[in-house]
């Protein structure tokens, strides 16, 4: 069964930077494309990244621009997320998620991990 | 970007009624259209994609309609197991989500 294990999230200053893993079985991960999603304490879903299958494009939402790197190996079948020049609005459960479409861009998430919280706080 | 916005924001029913939830697009998403449930302390999982088509191993209750810019999440017949949160999201521009129905026991 598809399992997807988030990694890394911890509290961290104004400024600072942290790296999140996701670690992904069950699947042909090399196959296909995954996202990033967080969620706000108390609130709603916000799509953060996406990358195709193989690594060849990536795109981000305008809020995470230029901060966070969306990244995956798919010898190790895990998916990562560089976030620099953290905010305090970035604190949220961060979430991975699998694209359905195998070799595509479905921009649906049909799996999702347990979320990893990050906290942005002095 | 387009907007999402989803009605009501609480829903009080019983176990065993039919619940009606919409979400409405600021401009037509054609059926790119998908609805998640959410319990507390739980990640998202997907109900109904591109508007009508249940999920892998989603329980016949749940369906979905619309398009355009009108959607509707139907559950027939409420289980204890179904209040939840529900979201819907659109994939016809970046992807983004509505602001959540929560469903609750009444």
């Known amino acids: 069964q598809v399992q997807l294990v988030e990694s890394g999230g911890g509290v961290v200053q104004p400024g600072g930077s942290l790296r999140l893993s996701c670690a992904a079985s069950g699947f042909t991960f090399s196959s296909y494309g995954m996202h990033w999603v967080r969620q706000a304490p108390g609130k709603g879903l916000e799509w953060v990244a996406f990358i195709r299958y193989d690594g060849s494009n990536k795109y981000y939402a305008d809020s995470v621009k230029g901060r966070f790197t969306i990244s995956r190996d798919n010898s190790k079948n895990t998916l990562y997320l560089q976030m620099n020049s953290l905010r305090a609005e970035d604190t949220a459960v961060y979430y991975c998620a699998k694209d359905p479409w195998e070799v595509g861009s479905g921009y649906y998430f049909d799996y999702w991990g347990q979320g990893t919280l990050v906290t942005v706080s002095s | 970007e387009i907007v999402l916005t989803q009605s009501p924001a609480t829903l009080s029913l019983s176990p065993g009624e039919r619940a009606t939830l919409s979400c409405r697009a600021s401009q037509s998403v054609s059926s790119y259209l998908a609805w998640y449930q959410q319990k507390p302390g739980q990640a998202p999982r997907l109900l109904i994609y591109?508007?009508?088509n249940r999920a892998t191993g989603i329980p016949a209750r749940f369906s979905g309609s619309g398009s355009g810019t009108d959607f509707t999440l139907t559950i027939s017949s409420l289980e204890p197991e179904d209040f939840a949160v529900y979201y819907c999201q659109q994939r016809s521009n970046w992807p983004n989500f509505g602001q959540g129905t929560r469903l609750e026991i009444k």
């Open positions: 591109d508007a009508s």
